[in-house]
């Protein structure tokens, strides 16, 4: 049956009305349309529908109802398979707002009846453009289905893909063999539009194009999306139906040719792989004539020969081969083109351009005619130089680890270093491949010393001996290599060194052992030579077994020398296991305790414990394994004789290579001749104390500060107080005064100077008093006192009251007084009349004897005013003094001549005085006499000056000088000087040089 005209424009008329009407109200021309029709609001709910809408339904749906959403249906088949009302068209297009036309389904009655159906829906929007509805126009095309079954059956059955579009694209049906060639479920394909399955739009819009414009379609080729994302090249026939406005279903059928265009691709894939297989094959590749002419090349042999395909045409392949391998690959060839063989494969090297060479495997394959004569070879050629390197680089390998192997099964019987140097040298000239070696360790003194080498002079060793690139205590120190000596940066001085012993490459490898740098060995090279990480490698492991050699021979002469220590000491040297059994026993041990090994080893230490002392050993077991050290732990242990003996036990953990403590060592030292000697101490102590506190004087000790550390009575009653033991500082006294009453603080008193100078202070005078008020005199004589190491530990002072001595003084100096005055006038007239009697005498000699008497009696007198004047009694200045004098002699000499005096600051003796001036005044009128040359102006000088514990007076003047022993019997002066100079056990002296100068050295 035909759709006439006018039907089939009335979805049009339906669509024109729609864009203006109201959706909920029906248009009242509805029940005469000659065609079901119905409308939706936006979520699907029917709002109203014509009578032959439910004609066609076979039933009466409700309105505004959600369960009757989309569709008044009781089923609806699309593509023969049933379909929910959410998969509708009218879903669709209130989904997507996409009018649905010419869409064809199955309606199922509730009465079991079916008819066909073709719908038109169209969209509804308000004056804003929402979407507020839909209207479907449907009307019945059971007559289009007249054999339902039969074209279901022949459907359904095709092995083609067939499927049945809309118009617009939507896929209304399809059958089995085109979903399982898509791969996709009827409810995700049919209701669709087949844009949604097109891999390219524009082609899709082509194939819809062609179909409205009613073109017959023929193998349409295409891409679409299969279910499992993939793609399939399909190729589509088509045969449109016409309806009045559009073309509309239309029925395709679909053949998977993605095989067929795969195998297309790959075939044409292959062909332009073919193509430039040859231009770019990853081997050189050539062909050659008869006579080993090259007529072909690719790039690959132009690559590896550095020359292009133009250098190469025409060349022979034996121009191309390195000169020691032409005559095997010639021979080779002859075979292959006389056609003794087809095919050959050598190995040779090849010359390039630049001048390198590499190697190269050939195999050259022959290329006859018809008849089998030769038309040309093929010749394919690979670089195997990294093959090669790599051999060699295994040969090399080889050798190496056959030089390690070799030194390592040489180290395991030496005894010496000595036996050690040897196979080192060795291994390094094998294994490094370097022409002369050496090995050079730390001496004691951080000097890095020759101790092995070969091929070296003794002038080159001299002039690099003691240089090293690390120091001693260098952490982790690494190798240094110096490929090329030209071009290293050295020192000028080392750089010429080594290059005039011929040497062009060198090796600095460190020899390290448990992080400690020992040293290190060289490996020399006449040529430059670069190192490579693999030979640094083996050099590094080179040294580590040097090292652990080194280190082996050195452990081993310390265990020997700790041996022989162990054996030789004089103390108990014992180790036992954590049980407390005993595993070893030197002879120190059997001498301290009376055992011999073979009776001791094996036993509990127990054997030595006295029973009450039991408890220590417990203890010092806990605390061994706890890795504790026991230090001087002094206790008492029992012989083998059952006596006892006082030891000083230091027991420390014993621990096995894991670091585990497994035992104890234990050194025991007989302090029994200590302990008596400290008894003996604290008994001299004890009386010395006893001695002190008899003593009638103030005694005190300090410590090294000078705090107060001991006292006896006499020093309380001094000081009339008690001094306070380690507070109280340098002085036992409250307070403290100069002689002349200045105050006198206490960190300047005279055992404050001893201990600050670490010297004895003799004959210092002080005043005390007392906190009653009462004032002491008194003179000091402190000492600081050492330990047996040199180190100032303290101090010893005694106070000595002289109270009644200075009474005595004071009574003394009394009668000093006197005595001065009546000495004093009695020379005074002594040196008159002697003047006088000069003046008067007509004998030259005599007055010359009279006037040197008189200069005597004057030095004596300016002496004595000296030591009348000094408050001191029994000491005088000697600056002071030495002035006096020089100044009474300057008032006896011409006024042209000048009198210098310096002296140094030192008290001297009152016995010394007079024999000094005696002295000074006879070698000053000598200077004057016979020292002055005429001179208008002179000076002389007089000078006092220690040297260490020596006292040396000199006069100095500009004159000649004289030999002492030439005038000695002639000058009765200097024959006085010589005299004076033994009374005070000195020695007199004269030396002449720029000046003369007399000198008399004195204690």
């Not at 004569?373 to 690979?382: D, I």
């Not at 011929?502 to 052992?513: N, R, S, T």
């Not at 009653?772 to 101090?795: C, E, H, Q």
């Not at 007198?861 to 005088?876: C, G, H, K, M, S």
């Amino acid at each position: 049956m035909e759709i006439g005209p006018g039907l089939a424009s009335l979805p049009v008329f339906v669509a024109d009305w729609a864009d203006g009407a109201n959706l909920s109200t029906p248009p009242a021309l509805i029940e005469k349309l000659p065609l079901a029709i119905y409308a939706c609001d936006a979520e699907g709910r029917l709002l109203w529908f014509n009578s032959l809408a439910a004609k066609l339904w076979g039933r009466t749906p409700l309105l505004h109802d959600d369960s009757e959403k989309y569709c008044g249906s009781y089923r609806l088949y699309f593509g023969g398979q049933p379909i929910a009302r959410e998969e509708t068209p009218m879903a669709s297009v209130l989904r997507t707002g996409i009018p649905v036309s010419g869409a064809e389904g199955r309606v199922e009655r509730p009465d079991g009846t079916s008819i066909w159906a073709m719908v038109h829906i169209e969209p509804v929007r308000d004056g804003d453009g929402r979407l507020i509805g839909a209207i479907n126009c449907f009307h019945e095309t059971t007559a289009l289905h007249p054999e339902t079954s039969d074209l279901e059956d022949f459907l359904e059955s095709s092995a083609i893909g067939l499927r049945l579009v809309s118009g617009n694209g939507t896929i209304l049906r399809a059958n089995q063999a085109e979903l399982a060639m898509l791969g996709y479920a009827a409810e995700d394909y049919v209701g669709r539009n087949i844009r949604d399955f097109h891999l390219d739009q524009a082609v899709a819009d082509d194939f819809l194009g062609r179909l409205a414009n009613r073109e017959r379609i023929d193998q349409f080729p295409a891409r679409l999306r299969a279910g499992d994302g993939s793609v399939m090249h399909v190729l589509i026939t088509a045969n449109t139906r016409a309806g009045d406005r559009e073309a509309a279903n239309t029925l395709c059928l679909t053949v998977d040719v993605t095989e067929r265009v795969r195998s297309g691709e790959l075939l044409r894939e292959q062909d332009r792989r073919l193509a430039v297989t040859y231009e770019h094959a990853g081997s050189g590749i050539s062909e050659v004539d008869a006579d080993g002419k090259m007529l072909r090349v690719n790039a690959r042999l132009c690559g590896l020969m550095g020359r292009s395909a133009d250098e190469l045409l025409g060349r022979s392949i034996f121009e191309e081969t390195f000169s020691e391998d032409i005559a095997a690959d010639r021979e080779q060839f002859r075979r292959q083109v006389a056609g003794e063989i087809d095919r050959y494969t050598i190995e040779k090297r090849i010359p390039r351009k630049d001048g390198g060479l590499f190697w190269a495997s050939v195999t050259s394959s022959s290329v006859r005619d018809g008849n089998g004569g030769f038309l040309y070879a093929v010749r394919v050629q690979h670089d195997i130089s990294e093959r090669k390197q790599v051999q060699h680089a295994l040969v090399r390998k080889a050798e190496e680890q056959a030089a390690l192997h070799e030194f390592t099964e040489r180290l395991q019987p030496a005894r010496s270093l000595g036996d050690i140097y040897v196979p080192a040298l060795d291994a390094i000239v094998r294994a490094l491949r370097c022409q002369r070696a050496s090995i050079l360790l730390f001496d004691q003194t951080g000097s890095m010393k020759f101790v092995a080498w070969r091929g070296l002079s003794d002038g080159y060793r001299s002039a690099v001996e003691g240089h090293s690139p690390w120091s001693p205590d260098a952490e982790d120190p690494q190798p240094i290599c110096l490929a090329d000596i030209g071009q290293a940066d050295l020192p000028a001085s080392l750089a010429q060194t080594i290059s005039r012993e011929g040497i062009a490459a060198i090796a600095f490898i460190p020899i390290v052992e448990d992080e400690r740098l020992l040293g290190k060995f060289m490996a020399y090279y006449d040529e430059p030579h670069d190192f490579s990480g693999a030979e640094v490698d083996v050099a590094r492991t080179l040294a580590r077994q040097l090292g652990l050699g080194i280190e082996r021979i050195r452990a081993q002469k310390a265990t020997q020398q700790l041996v022989s220590i162990v054996e030789s000491s004089h103390d108990a040297i014992v180790s036992k296991d954590l049980d407390g059994v005993i595993m070893t026993w030197n002879r120190g041990a059997e001498r301290v305790f009376g055992y011999t090994a073979d009776e001791a080893i094996g036993k509990s230490i127990l054997i030595l414990i006295p029973p009450d002392r039991r408890d220590e050993e417990p203890g010092i077991l806990a605390r061994i394994r706890n890795g504790e050290v026991v230090d001087h732990f002094e206790t008492v242990r029992r012989r083998k004789d059952g006596s006892l003996v006082d030891i000083s036990l230091t027991i420390s953990p014993v621990r096995d290579a894991k670091g585990r403590i497994v035992g104890a060592s234990k050194i025991a030292r007989d302090i029994t001749e200590r302990k008596e000697a400290e008894a003996k101490i604290r008994d001299s102590e004890r009386r010395l104390q006893d001695l002190l506190t008899a003593i009638p004087a103030a005694i005190y000790t300090t410590d090294a500060e000078g705090r107060i550390a001991y006292f006896n009575q006499a020093a309380v009653d001094l000081a009339g107080r008690t001094p306070t033991i380690g507070s109280d500082e340098w002085c036992v006294t409250w307070k403290l005064y100069n002689p002349d009453g200045t105050p006198l603080p206490h960190d300047q008193c005279p055992m404050a100077v001893s201990l600050r100078e670490g010297r004895p202070v003799r004959g210092a005078e002080a005043v005390a008093e007392r906190p009653d008020g009462s004032r002491v005199p008194f003179i000091a004589y402190p000492t600081p006192m050492y330990d047996a190491n040199g180190k100032l530990v303290g101090g010893i002072n005694m106070l000595v009251d002289v109270s009644e001595r200075k009474q005595a003084e004071t009574q003394q100096r009394i009668l000093l007084n006197e005595l001065n005055h009546r000495v004093k006038n009695n020379m005074q007239m002594l040196q008159s009349m002697l003047s006088a009697a000069g003046r008067r005498s007509p004998n030259a000699e005599a007055q010359e004897i009279l006037k040197e008497a008189s200069s005597r009696i004057t030095a004596m007198a300016a002496a004595q005013r000296v030591l009348y004047d000094t408050p001191n009694a029994i000491q005088f200045s000697a600056p002071q003094f030495l002035s006096a004098v020089c100044e009474t002699a300057q008032q006896t000499f011409p006024p042209h001549v000048r009198i210098v005096c310096d002296a140094a600051a030192a008290d001297l003796p009152n016995d010394f005085a007079m024999p000094l001036a005696l002295i000074v005044n006879e070698l000053l009128t000598n200077a004057v006499k016979h020292g002055l040359n005429g001179h208008a102006q002179s000076t002389v000088r007089v000078g006092f000056s220690r040297d260490g514990e020596a006292n040396v007076l000199f006069v100095e003047d500009e004159g000649p000088g004289f030999d002492l022993d030439a005038v000695r019997q002639r000058s009765s002066g200097l024959r006085l000087v010589e005299g004076l100079a033994r009374q005070l056990r000195g020695r007199f002296t004269v030396s002449r040089g720029a000046a003369t100068r007399c000198s008399l050295t004195f204690s």
